[in-house]
């Protein structure tokens, strides 16, 4: 018969949740990694930014923290995707898309976020190869480079220092009238930051590659990297069929030990900060899993 029962289950099996899981498994603790093995960074084509890690691509990196986290007996890895979550007054049941069901005394949410790429050509195939997010992740292999941001308002403003300091030639792409204040345009203006309104139709890339963006005007201009600021959404639906909160900016709303508003149900990872990193993600999943083991051991003294 298979085991159903664990004192912690985690939803979502990359960074941050192996993190967790090694804090756990080093604790003795019974847990249960459920992933669905789609993480929002698989088409990235190596990860930076990251102590002794640095160049890796995000499987070679996930792949030996799994091994290593499997090396404690006492944790699990289950593939598959949760879908539907109870809570009762003892424990959490967690269910599959296959019916499985497993149960257990603290819930780790570490599923990350999906992001929102808009439906225009080009864009979902060249997201976090050369239409990246983050200066911190990637714009160093980006440096000196003509680049565009796509973003408006203050997200655009947020970026425009940081892309500035990495290559001199920045334009703002805003896809629609520019939402900035007076000072902000004054500054962008100062820095030579030019602002194009017109509507993107196109990003012409080669394997991911950016070569030049197409503007429903007709016009076109070449690019090398490409930011993009866009929505984005919890890649599980767990949070919200347990009545978690969130914050104003979508993310799940934790304390400073990664304590929901659920009792036993913590988060970690993408899904609850707007740090997204590796390294903010295992610094996250390795403190929610310290917390996790702290709460369950002071319930046991």
């Not at 985690?10 to 003795?28: D, E, F, H, N, V």
Request: net charge neutral; with cysteine; proline share 3%.
């Amino acid at each position: 018969m298979n085991k159903t029962e664990y004192e912690v289950i985690i939803i979502g099996g990359s960074y941050a949740g192996l993190s967790a899981a090694m804090a756990l498994g080093r604790s003795l603790r019974t847990t249960l990694i459920i992933d669905s093995g789609k993480p929002c960074n698989a088409q990235t084509p190596h990860s930076h930014n990251f102590l002794t890690q640095d160049g890796k691509t995000p499987r070679e990196i996930s792949e030996l923290a799994k091994k290593q986290v499997l090396e404690y007996k006492t944790v699990e890895f289950h593939q598959g995707k949760a879908i539907d979550a109870k809570k009762t007054a003892k424990n959490f049941e967690i269910i599959t898309e296959n019916g499985e069901k497993f149960n257990s005394k603290k819930l780790i949410i570490a599923t990350g976020i999906i992001d929102d790429v808009p439906d225009i050509k080009g864009f979902k195939e060249s997201w976090g190869i050369s239409l990246i997010h983050c200066p911190y992740c990637h714009g160093y292999e980006y440096k000196g480079k003509k680049t565009a941001i796509i973003a408006n308002g203050d997200k655009a403003f947020h970026l425009a220092p940081l892309v500035k300091n990495l290559t001199e030639n920045v334009t703002i792409l805003t896809r629609g009238k520019a939402e900035f204040t007076d000072e902000q345009k004054e500054k962008l203006e100062k820095h030579d930051i030019n602002i194009i309104e017109t509507e993107i139709s196109e990003l012409k890339h080669q394997n991911g590659m950016v070569k030049s963006i197409e503007f429903i005007d007709g016009k076109k201009i070449e690019f090398e990297a490409v930011y993009g600021v866009f929505p984005y959404r919890p890649h599980s639906e767990i949070p919200q069929i347990l009545a978690c909160e969130f914050t104003e900016m979508g993310h799940v709303k934790t304390d400073q030990f990664h304590k929901t508003n659920i009792p036993g149900m913590f988060a970690c990872g993408d899904n609850s900060s707007m740090m997204r990193s590796v390294a903010h993600a295992v610094y996250t999943g390795n403190l929610t899993g310290a917390m996790v083991n702290m709460e369950l051991t002071n319930e046991n003294f």
